[in-house]
């Protein structure tokens, strides 16, 4: 992997971070030991696989999914628009 596909992955994973941990830590922790335990991956694994990503986070987060990924968006900000977060995006919409 090339040095700007880390830094499109750093910035996917940190603002997926930041959106969680807003939303209080138990529940972050628990998404995280969700994606080891499901799916034997991490954060940085749902750049490739968001569909994992999404099933837990509308499981856990429920009718506040879609908040989440509102803030996530706003995250991305000026990035957005690129074909790697828009892609994120919209494998992760309902």
Do not use: H, T, W
């Not at 969680?20 to 830590?25: E, H, N």
Request: one cysteine or more.
């Amino acid at each position: 992997m090339n040095v700007e596909n880390n830094a499109k992955r750093a910035l996917l994973v940190f603002s997926i971070e930041k959106v969680l941990m807003k939303m209080g830590q138990p529940e972050y922790e628990l998404v995280v030991a969700r994606l080891k335990n499901e799916y034997d991956c991490f954060l940085v694994n749902c750049a490739e696989n968001p569909q994992y990503l999404k099933r837990i986070l509308e499981d856990v987060y429920g009718n506040a999914y879609d908040d989440i990924l509102r803030e996530i968006r706003k995250e991305f900000g000026e990035f957005v628009s690129q074909k790697y977060y828009s892609d994120f995006l919209v494998a992760m919409s309902r």
